[in-house]
Each structure stands twice: as C-alpha cells, then as structure tokens.
C-alpha cells in the first residue's frame, strides 16, 4: 500500500518558537497535497493545501518538493492554541473519486 | 458551521449487535460520500467510497458484507456495522464531497463505536 510517512513526535516547543514538520511519500503520481490539523477526539480539519510553488497562509508556510517527494509545514511564533496533531495528506489522483491517503500524523504541543 | 454532521456521536453496545452510522450533508449536494476508520494513534483509513444511487466501492480488506453501506440520496449515507465485537471498536468518521468544489472534503465530527 502507497504510504505517507511523518515523524510521529512529540514537538514539546515553547510559545513562540518556529516548528517545522516533515512529510515524505511514496506515490510519484500523488495528485494534491494538504496539511490537516486533527485535534483530540475530533475529526481532521483542512489547514491548508500545498503548491508546488510553496504557500503561505499567516504563521503558517507549506512547501512541496515534487523531485523528493517532500511535504514540509511551518509554524512561526507557535501559539497554544496550535497544540494538535497535523496531518500530512496526499491525493492520488483529481476529481470526486480521488481519495485521501492520510499519514499517521505528527503531534505538537506548545507550552506557556 | 458545520457541512457534515453524523449521528449518532458515541455509541456503546454489546457484542454481536448492530449499529448504523449516519452521515449527512448539511444545505449541500454530496456527489461522493467517504468512510473512515481510525484506531488509536494510527493515520485515517479508508473503508469504502459512496456515490449516490449505486454501490459502495470498498478497499481492500474492509469486508462489504460486514460493513454495509448505504447512499440512497445525496444528502444521506449510512454506515452499518453489522453483528459488531470489540475489535471493531473504532472511530468511525465521514466526509463528503459536494457538486461545486469537488476537490475538498468535509469531514464528519465522527463517530466512537465502543464494543463491549
């Protein structure tokens, strides 16, 4: 089965420090690329999609390395409220029927 | 708010029982239903892709005569876990996809299905 690796953690950072995640998979064909935030018990939520010419959305920047395969997340100036779990997630292919393949996921906890 | 909602949101039942899940869509046309499973500290996993009018798609693994899917609208999907026993025990969590933005998927708030 086609896989999507993270470094499962915990991040134990303090607030305001910069966080990066690793992502690697391993399906060269993978269509598009996202980062959830799943938060205990609660369902993954979309955080932001990836593009191979990198993105940003507030503290937050996503970078996709298509050559390597690697998907990296960023976080600046961490706030507790970021404390969650991110998921590194990969589409094999496009339209309504191209289905998710969710990685394991890396934990991150900010502390005060 | 919420696009998705499931019910029931905890379930506890006895072995050898069945239990439906309820998936809706929320105001929206789901043209395509997804259903998860996700055990403690592992990744999502895909059970089965839902269209609407016709028969489930099931990965590889997932029994379809244990887990019995229904798509009869675009609006509602339901999941039945058919004669449960604890291994079963999992969280089961929905998402769909609607008819104007077919790239993203909306989740579900999911499931706890606790077997005893």
């Known amino acids: 089965r086609k896989e999507v690796e993270q470094d499962p953690g915990p991040f134990n950072v303090p607030e305001g420090a910069t966080v990066a995640f690793n992502c690697t998979y391993s399906?060269?064909?993978?269509?598009?690329f996202f980062w959830y935030r799943q938060d205990c018990r609660k369902e993954p939520k979309l955080l932001m999609s990836?593009?191979?010419s990198g993105n940003e959305d507030g503290r937050f920047t996503a970078q996709l390395n298509r050559a390597s395969q690697y998907i990296s997340l960023l976080i600046r100036d961490s706030k507790l409220s970021d404390s969650a779990t991110y998921l590194c997630v990969v589409k094999e292919y496009g339209g309504s029927q191209g289905n998710l393949i969710f990685g394991k996921g890396t934990k991150l906890s900010v502390k005060p | 708010g919420a696009v998705v909602s499931q019910h029931p949101s905890w379930v506890i039942c006895k072995s050898g029982t069945s239990v439906k899940i309820e998936c809706r869509s929320l105001d929206f046309q789901a043209t395509t239903m997804f259903w998860y499973r996700q055990f403690p500290k592992q990744s999502l996993m895909l059970m089965a892709t839902?269209?609407?009018?016709?028969?489930?798609?099931?990965e590889q693994g997932v029994e379809k005569d244990k887990f019995l899917i229904n798509h009869a609208s675009l609006t509602l999907s339901t999941l039945t876990v058919t004669s449960a026993h604890p291994e079963d025990s999992s969280f089961y969590i929905c998402s769909a996809v609607f008819l104007a933005v077919q790239e993203t998927q909306y989740f579900g708030p999911g499931t706890r299905l606790l077997v005893l």
């Open positions: 839902s269209n609407e009018g016709s028969k489930a798609t099931y």
């Open positions: 399906n060269s064909a993978s269509q598009s």
């Open positions: 990836v593009y191979s």
